[in-house]
């Protein structure tokens, strides 16, 4: 009996609580606090940096502000300019001629520098970077009396770096590279995709490639 009189109580209750809450004024809501007047809303990716790969160099862009190391004309900076040319730094991947890794070594290149093993090569990071050195100080040594000669001047309108006959050797092979050279530019060596002798000198010119060391003998070994 004390149960059932405490029903009684106890429905009403429930139903003014109900009626109140659906009653009850909203609160005011002050559109100003979520105001964007005055915010830079302008997200927009610039023109420089929606440019294609391939042009992102000529791009004049701030590395530190997109958080990029800045490598400038340093050595890193020369190897890396050259590997995102040759593979955009990709080191597992093979092209259409058959090229291994970051740096796009074929194997009998790879053969001057004791790798005989073209699959250990290509995924090993370590032994590529290294393959990478060991070519570009046989190819100095190579080099050395033609980088002597030519380095200061123009030949067809591009001033000749140490750093550009480097590269243009690692497209190329050093024996093109002096032909091109000692005929002044009219033996202008160009790959099966187009790319030029000429084209690496000027794209590759002015990097600092002090600490490779010429070596004849060069290898690359972990």
Do not use: C
Not at 16 to 41: C, H, Q, R, W
Not at 45 to 73: C, Q
Not at 92 to 109: D, I
């Amino acid at each position: 009996m004390i149960k059932n009189v405490g029903n009684y109580f106890i429905v009403p209750l429930a139903v003014f609580a109900t009626l109140f809450m659906a009653l009850k004024p909203a609160p005011s809501i002050n559109f100003e606090d979520y105001s964007t007047e005055g915010m830079e809303l302008n997200f927009n990716i610039s023109h420089d940096l929606a440019m294609h790969s391939d042009n992102v160099s000529n791009a004049n862009l701030d590395h530190t502000d997109l958080g990029f190391p800045h490598l400038g004309k340093s050595y890193n900076g020369f190897k890396e300019a050259l590997a995102f040319k040759e593979s955009r730094g990709d080191y597992f991947t093979v092209n259409t001629l058959g090229y291994l890794g970051k740096y796009q070594f074929g194997a009998e290149t790879l053969k001057l520098i004791g790798i005989y093993n073209p699959t250990k090569f290509l995924y090993s990071p370590e032994l590529q970077e290294k393959a990478f050195l060991a070519n570009a100080a046989r190819n100095k040594w190579i080099l050395r009396k033609d980088i002597k000669r030519f380095v200061g001047k123009k030949i067809g309108g591009v001033k000749i770096t140490e750093s550009g006959i480097l590269a243009a050797a690692h497209l190329a092979g050093p024996g093109s590279v002096k032909k091109y050279l000692r005929s002044y530019g009219n033996h202008n060596f160009s790959d099966a995709y187009g790319t030029t002798i000429k084209h690496y000198m000027k794209k590759f010119s002015g990097y600092d490639t002090s600490f490779i060391e010429a070596n004849k003998k060069a290898k690359a070994i972990l």
